[in-house]
């Protein structure tokens, strides 16, 4: 399997609640805690990615703990 490059958000503050993105260029995204490079990344076609980033930015995972 070819080396991803990870990459974090552009909004991410240095703070330690960040994920990073691999978009190698197929139908395959791939998402990853910043905390551990080295652990597991979940991976998503381009439907579920939108509708995880989606998901994301209206809150649906805030659980009320914000």
Known sequence: MTQLT?????????DFNCVEVA???GPISYIRDSKDPSGPAL??????HGAF???VA???????LL
Request: net charge neutral; hydrophobic share 35%; charged share 20%.
């Open 6 to 14: 990870f990459k974090k958000s552009s909004y991410s503050n240095g």
């Open 53 to 55: 980033i989606t998901a």
């Open 23 to 25: 978009i190698p260029g």
């Open 58 to 64: 209206t809150g649906e995972f805030d659980f009320g």
């Open 43 to 48: 991976a998503f076609d381009r439907a579920a």
